[in-house]
């Protein structure tokens, strides 16, 4: 027992050392040790050497069981785990085939979680395992889902592995209806990530011009797994392959081959091969994927029907590659290219999975309906709606229309038009959930449909509120994600008063059950934003009246000093004919009006009343202006200073001077830098007729 006890310390020493060739080797003298547990947490040799991912050494402990295969391979730790959950769980190809071929029952064992192998490569996105183990799995249906419910396609879309995603759907299609505990399908879990969505996702101006430009795959394809091509299969594949850098070149250079033959002006008299045309258009899409970072989208697939002729695929293509160039040349980087590129992928390939799950599912046939022969849905008690409307309320539509995922929402409405009456335990349609989640990307998807009439734009909830009440309650978050509560509150004026176009003008005035019009709960909901609005707005227009009233000072100052004097015998400044002196005086004279100006703006936002209709235009357009006035002030007085002092320099130390003029105009600059985002946001709040969410923050 004590030598037993010897060789295990032994054989953990040896792991923890990295000592790989002797672990092995007691592994294999040792027959004994091979099912003892040398860890706190009950992991076995083969534990330890798959969690350190030493494929090698794994491959060897394997092929040295024996007759003991089944018996090792079948030991769990402490959490139930065995070695192949946990090669699993690192996605460990090569060690996943191993111990799948050896002992293909594992494959639907489970943990103390009730996670099987295949379980768990869904659930951390490892689709290179998952298809290694759904290739040797025999009872798939009960490795595919989770003791709770949970199957792997719920858990490879909580993870947003979209392209793992894909192929669960196209190798287990049943369970796109499935339901885990909680009655959730993959859709509902899907409508839950609303970033995953374009319609959601909150880029800035320039990086939304990048998103544009750069072109991803728009369709995922179905992968197969090659048993074969792995070191321990003795059929596995061998031969010389090209470095990346060299297939780089190779592939570059067929690229050029095929723009010459493509644009040339005699392409149309030569003769060339179809399938040595296509090989290089093969070429062309490689290339820009190594180059890019990302495939193109301009075919569909290379040799089938194509979106646009190859000549025109080609110049999408050098389009592409010429506008990452210029990109990179402008300063902007490779890497905040790759994360936009990344996110447009993201985004693709969830809108995929969407379509493939809508299209595949079955959620609003309503079977709980009692439908007759014909289809048509016979009266029902009120216990009966009741329990539909609490089915409805687990709808993915109204799910969507909360999370302000659009592209969900309309696809759901072409599949299933009478999705657009589900209602949840509230009595909230989708245009209510909209509304009050302030998502207006769904409310005015709704207005341009027109479905059903103003019909659903009429729905009341259980409190007889309307979209109106709904538009007119601020809760205590931040729908608008603005900085700044006087935009805020603009934004929440400007929402409230476009819904109400939208509603019929016997809304106006109706109570809901607690016998308060619309524009009572506006008023009682938004004191605390009035008052934080009259803060915010005090508080900058005091900081930028000090900074408009110093300018002021200085401009007057300097607006009454010549530079240089005046001559004796008629009075005129000595420098009039220089154009530095005509540029110090226009300057000061701007300086001087805009810093005034300035001033009185953010003097007339301090003794504003700050009442509620104040907040809709008037004083953010006097901020607005004031900022302006600011910045033109700053501007000017910095160009007046520069242009005065150029006098006083002589000749041989006016270059020098420059970078002492740009380290003096740093700290005002640097005022209007910081002041900048705001200003943005000023035009950004006061153009908009529909409130937008900002890109500066994120709900999701």
Same mark, same amino acid.
């Given at each position: 027992m004590e030598a037993t006890k010897s060789k295990v310390n032994d054989l953990f020493e040896r792991a923890m050392r990295r000592q790989w060739d002797e672990f092995v080797e007691a592994y294999v003298t040792n027959p004994d040790i091979r099912e003892a547990r040398i860890t706190n947490s009950g992991d076995t040799a083969l534990h330890i050497a798959v969690s350190y991912g030493e494929i090698d050494v794994v491959l060897k402990l394997v092929e040295r069981l024996g007759k003991d295969a089944t018996n090792v391979l079948e030991i769990e730790n402490d959490k139930g785990n065995t070695a192949l959950h946990r090669a699993a769980t690192l996605g460990i190809v090569d060690i996943c085939h191993c111990i799948a071929s050896k002992h293909p029952k594992l494959i639907a064992s489970r943990n103390k979680e009730g996670e099987t192998p295949l379980f768990l490569a869904a659930h951390h996105g490892k689709e290179e395992a998952f298809l290694c183990l759904d290739f040797f799995g025999q009872e798939k249906h009960k490795s595919c889902r989770k003791s709770n419910g949970d199957t792997i396609l719920h858990a490879a879309i909580s993870g947003e592995y979209f392209s793992l995603a894909f192929q669960i759907i196209r190798y287990y299609p049943d369970l796109v209806n499935s339901v885990d505990a909680e009655g959730q399908t993959p859709l509902h879990i899907l409508a839950r990530k609303p970033n995953a969505f374009h319609s959601s996702?909150?880029?800035?101006?320039?990086?939304? =011009?990048?998103?544009?430009?750069?072109?991803?795959?728009?369709?995922?394809?179905?992968?197969?797994?090659?048993?074969?091509?792995?070191?321990?299969?003795?059929?596995?594949?061998?031969?010389?392959? @090209?470095?990346?850098?060299?297939?780089?070149?190779?592939?570059? @250079?067929?690229?050029?081959?095929?723009?010459?033959?493509?644009? %040339?002006?005699?392409?149309?008299?030569? *003769?060339?091969?179809?399938?040595?045309?296509?090989?290089?258009?093969?070429?062309?899409?490689?290339?820009?994927? +190594?180059?890019?970072?990302? !495939?193109? %989208?301009?075919?569909?697939?290379?040799?089938?029907?194509?979106?646009?002729?190859?000549?025109?695929?080609?110049?999408?293509?050098?389009?592409?590659?010429?506008?990452?160039? +210029?990109?990179?040349?402008?300063?902007?980087?490779?890497?905040?290219?790759?994360?936009?590129?990344?996110?447009?992928?993201?985004?693709?390939?969830?809108?995929? =999975?969407?379509?493939?799950?809508?299209?595949?599912? !079955?959620?609003?046939?309503?079977?709980?309906?009692?439908?007759?022969?014909?289809?048509?849905?016979?009266?029902?008690?009120?216990?009966?709606? *009741?329990?539909?409307?609490?089915?409805?309320?687990?709808?993915?539509?109204?799910?969507?229309?909360?999370?302000?995922?659009?592209?969900?929402?309309?696809?759901?409405?072409?599949?299933?038009?009478?999705?657009?009456?589900?209602?949840?335990?509230?009595?909230?349609n989708i245009v209510l959930l909209a509304v009050e989640n302030r998502q207006t990307g769904i409310y005015q998807l709704l207005m341009n449909r027109q479905i059903l009439g103003d019909s659903v734009f009429r729905q009341l909830d259980d409190q007889g509120n309307s979209a109106l009440h709904l538009a007119a309650t601020f809760g205590e978050y931040r729908p608008w994600l603005i900085p700044g509560a006087a935009l805020q509150m603009q934004w929440e004026i400007k929402w409230y008063r476009f819904v109400k176009k939208s509603m019929p003008l016997h809304f106006f005035v109706r109570c809901n059950v607690k016998d308060k019009t619309p524009k009572e709960i506006f008023t009682n909901t938004h004191k605390e934003? =009035?008052?934080?609005?009259?803060?915010? +707005?005090?508080?900058? %227009?005091?900081?930028?009246?000090?900074?408009?009233?110093?300018?002021?000072?200085?401009?007057?100052?300097?607006?009454?000093?010549?530079?240089?004097?005046v001559r004796q015998e008629n009075g005129k400044p000595f420098y009039e004919d220089k154009i530095q002196f005509k540029i110090f005086a226009i300057s000061s004279l701007v300086a001087l009006c805009f810093s005034v100006t300035a001033l009185v703006f953010f003097l007339a936002i301090l003794t504003s009343r700050y009442e509620e209709d104040d907040f809709a235009m008037d004083l953010p357009k006097k901020l607005l202006l004031g900022l302006t006035s600011l910045f033109t002030s700053i501007a000017s007085i910095l160009i007046s200073f520069c242009s005065a002092h150029f006098f006083i320099l002589k000749d041989e130390l006016r270059t020098a001077a420059y970078p002492i003029y740009a380290v003096t105009c740093l700290p005002m600059t640097f005022f209007a830098i910081v002041q900048l985002p705001l200003y943005f946001d000023l035009i950004w709040a006061i153009f908009k007729k529909v409130p937008q969410r900002s890109y500066k923050k994120t709900s999701h």
């Open positions: 996702s909150r880029l800035r101006p320039f990086d939304r =011009i990048i998103y544009h430009c750069m072109f991803v795959d728009d369709k995922l394809e179905k992968e197969e797994y090659d048993s074969t091509a792995h070191p321990n299969n003795p059929g596995s594949k061998t031969g010389l392959e @090209f470095l990346q850098n060299y297939e780089t070149c190779m592939t570059f @250079f067929r690229y050029i081959k095929c723009w010459i033959q493509v644009f %040339s002006e005699r392409a149309a008299h030569l *003769k060339v091969n179809k399938s040595f045309c296509l090989y290089n258009l093969k070429g062309v899409v490689t290339c820009m994927s +190594l180059i890019t970072g990302a !495939s193109s %989208s301009a075919t569909k697939k290379i040799g089938e029907k194509e979106l646009y002729p190859p000549n025109c695929t080609t110049f999408l293509l050098f389009l592409q590659l010429t506008i990452k160039a +210029l990109l990179i040349i402008l300063g902007i980087g490779t890497l905040r290219i790759n994360k936009i590129i990344e996110k447009k992928e993201r985004h693709t390939s969830a809108n995929q =999975i969407m379509n493939e799950l809508v299209d595949c599912a !079955s959620t609003y046939m309503y079977k709980d309906s009692e439908c007759n022969s014909k289809g048509t849905v016979q009266k029902i008690g009120q216990w009966r709606r *009741k329990k539909l409307r609490n089915h409805a309320e687990k709808r993915p539509l109204l799910i969507a229309a909360k999370m302000g995922v659009v592209e969900m929402v309309e696809k759901i409405l072409d599949k299933f038009p009478v999705a657009v009456q589900d209602v949840n335990s509230e009595n909230k934003l =009035i008052k934080e609005g009259r803060e915010w +707005l005090t508080k900058t %227009s005091e900081s930028c009246s000090v900074v408009a009233a110093l300018i002021a000072t200085v401009a007057y100052a300097t607006s009454a000093t010549i530079p240089g004097g």
